[in-house]
């Protein structure tokens, strides 16, 4: 019987929540139960206009100004993973629409 390959997501665009680093985005690079590693992330630190990460990941922002996210990172490993989602075409370009947040 011939068995079907798990897509693993590998490549994709996603948002990361953890238990205790926070939300993030980026490219899923590598995931090893609750650990992943995310390239050219960006942490999700204050979002408006949109009601749930998932409609965040689905629809995107509908108000990229009201939101507070810091400068890309080139790499993060981020452990305790509570939530993977997977971001349409659409929300990643709301996401990448939102200007660098400095303190």
Do not use: H, Q
Not at 22 to 27: L, R
Not at 40 to 68: F, H
Not at 76 to 90: M, Y
Request: aromatic share 6%; charged share 25%; proline share 4%.
């Amino acid at each position: 019987m011939a068995t079907k390959k798990k897509e693993n997501g590998i490549g994709k665009i996603v948002i990361a929540r953890t238990a205790r680093a926070g939300v993030f985005a980026g490219t899923l690079a590598r995931r090893d139960g609750m650990e992943v590693e995310l390239t050219d992330a960006r942490r999700l630190w204050y979002w408006s206009g949109a009601a749930s990460l998932s409609s965040l990941a689905v629809s995107g922002l509908s108000n990229p100004s009201g939101c507070k996210f810091p400068v890309k990172v080139p790499r993060v490993v981020l452990l305790e993973l509570i939530e993977l989602l997977e971001v349409s075409a659409d929300a990643w370009a709301s996401i990448e629409a939102v200007p660098v947040w400095k303190a």
